[in-house]
């Protein structure tokens, strides 16, 4: 059995992590708990948060879930405010919440736009914000925005998705100078194709794995522990000198 990494500077640290309830998310939850950190993580899906939450704290954890949803800015910095309320200044923020729901470019509303730009882009500025005040009194801290390979391989139907994930690199780099003087660390985790239940259930089938098989240099599949623990290391001591950086985990996959 492999045996991976444990970090001590994660322990009893403050997190919080956005659309934690499910896929990477959740693992990314699990992960933190079981590093010892303090999790605090909102989903909209509230009855598996509350699942989640009741399980880890069961085994000795310490979770609090809130069931919101991000696009409801003052709800979500609200809860955020909560959490630090119960565990402390945020020291960890991981902005993982999105949704890549399938669209053409042609039907795109200038509704749908703004609804799908607040999904997957806007809550990850308005959550950075409301942490990073402790943040900086703290002298420390760590920032990780969720990108994605989606529109480095123009991967087609996803067009606003695509371009709010580009947007995400842009992000990382500009907070990671503007609140680096302060101690405080952005970065950009980008996943590749990654087996979450969702993806599973809707997009890998046969062609799916063929694609993957022919485009990874890496044989097998990326699974959402293996985004999580790219996650532990950027939020732990261990990456204190890091910032401002993209780290793509998707298997090898060729970027054209």
Not at 20 to 29: D, N, T
Not at 137 to 147: D, F, P, T, W
Request: charged share 20%.
């Amino acid at each position: 059995m492999t045996a991976f990494a444990s970090y001590p500077s994660l322990s009893g640290l403050p997190v919080i992590v956005s659309g934690g309830a499910s896929g990477i998310g959740e693992a990314m939850v699990r992960n933190f708990a079981a590093q010892g950190a303090k999790i605090g993580f909102v989903d909209i899906v509230a009855d598996r948060g509350q699942q989640l939450a009741a399980e880890l704290n069961a085994g000795g954890a310490t979770a609090n879930f809130i069931a919101c949803d991000v696009t409801d800015i003052p709800a979500y910095q609200a809860a955020i405010a909560e959490f630090e309320l119960a565990h402390g200044p945020c020291m960890a923020l991981v902005n993982n919440a999105a949704h890549d729901q399938r669209h053409d470019w042609a039907e795109v509303t200038e509704a749908y736009w703004d609804d799908r730009m607040a999904v997957n882009l806007k809550h990850a500025f308005f959550a950075a914000q409301a942490v990073a005040p402790g943040m900086i009194a703290a002298g420390r801290g760590s920032i990780v925005n969720l990108g994605s390979v989606s529109w480095m391989i123009l991967n087609p139907r996803i067009p606003v998705y695509e371009t709010a994930k580009a947007a995400a690199h842009g992000l990382s780099r500009a907070l990671a100078r503007d609140l680096g003087k302060s101690g405080v660390r952005v970065n950009t985790l980008v996943p590749g194709w990654v087996m979450t239940e969702r993806q599973l259930t809707l997009w890998v089938d046969a062609a799916g794995e063929k694609l993957i098989d022919e485009s990874q240099a890496l044989a097998g599949r990326v699974y959402p522990d293996d985004i999580a623990r790219m996650a532990l290391f950027l939020t732990s001591d261990d990456s204190k000198m890091i910032s401002g950086q993209d780290f793509i985990v998707d298997g090898g996959w060729a970027h054209g």
